[in-house]
């Protein structure tokens, strides 16, 4: 069966929700995980529970001296870094007239400054070990919808990284993927439909991505529910 036995990666938004799953599903299957996020006490918590796989990285994501910091100590540590997972995520929603610039600011740097700088840095280190870059974008990446203007601007500007970091990194043999699931049962979507995907879900999704066989790059996956047909229109 396909692991992750002896890779490092980082998982930036890593203290919560999608991010933390992720991170136990990796230390299962043996991988060694720095999960970075701004809580400290959330990343110790988890890291708690696989203390021998699990290393908690306190770093701000659209920082740049923060995430070089994050990346050079992985490398320092484990001596190669072969995945990086672009997590972490925030979704301020409301119309345009009505969303305020700070909302528009924080969406751009967390959603797409945040997975650029965590890629600059650890590009070097990945092209020795022909890793991974996972991007979790979004089904509003790819279909915009009133309210989501500034979230859907960044997912849509994540799409178009992604789609840069392919065609600049084939040669090498790094791997991108990209993610874009609907509403997740997590703190981030608030109120999710009882129907919507769970963190576990995604998590399986990712997992088949990083462990694909020789040869075989999952290069975009959309991810939606299967809604109950007595809910279907």
């Not at 924080?106 to 840095?121: C, D, E, H, I, T």
């Not at 109120?191 to 694909?212: D, F, G, R």
Request: aromatic share 6%.
């Amino acid at each position: 069966m396909a692991d992750l036995q002896g890779k490092t990666a980082i998982i930036t938004g890593g203290s919560k929700g999608l991010g933390a799953v992720l991170a136990r599903r990796f230390a299962r299957g043996g991988a060694q995980v720095v999960a970075a996020a701004r809580s400290t006490d959330a990343l110790e918590k988890l890291a708690g529970e696989f203390p021998d796989h699990i290393i908690p990285f306190t770093c701000n994501i659209t920082q740049a001296d923060q995430v070089k910091s994050l990346i050079d100590s992985t490398v320092n540590r484990f001596g190669k870094l072969d995945i990086l997972v672009n997590n972490a995520g925030v979704g301020r929603f409301d119309r345009i007239p009505e969303l305020s610039e700070e909302d528009w600011d924080l969406m751009m740097a967390v959603n797409l400054k945040g997975p650029f700088l965590a890629s600059k840095f650890a590009i070097p280190h990945l092209i020795p070990t022909k890793g991974h870059i996972v991007n979790v974008s979004s089904v509003a990446g790819t279909v915009a919808f009133p309210g989501g203007g500034g979230y859907c601007a960044s997912k849509f500007g994540l799409m178009a990284l992604s789609d840069v970091l392919t065609q600049e990194l084939k040669k090498h043999e790094v791997k991108v993927n990209t993610i874009c699931p609907g509403s997740i049962q997590t703190e981030f979507s608030g109120n999710p439909k009882s129907y919507s995907l769970t963190a576990e879900q995604v998590t399986e999704a990712i997992w088949h991505m990083v462990t694909a066989p020789e040869g075989v790059i999952y290069n975009q996956v959309i991810m939606r529910p299967q809604v109950p047909s007595q809910m279907q229109k």
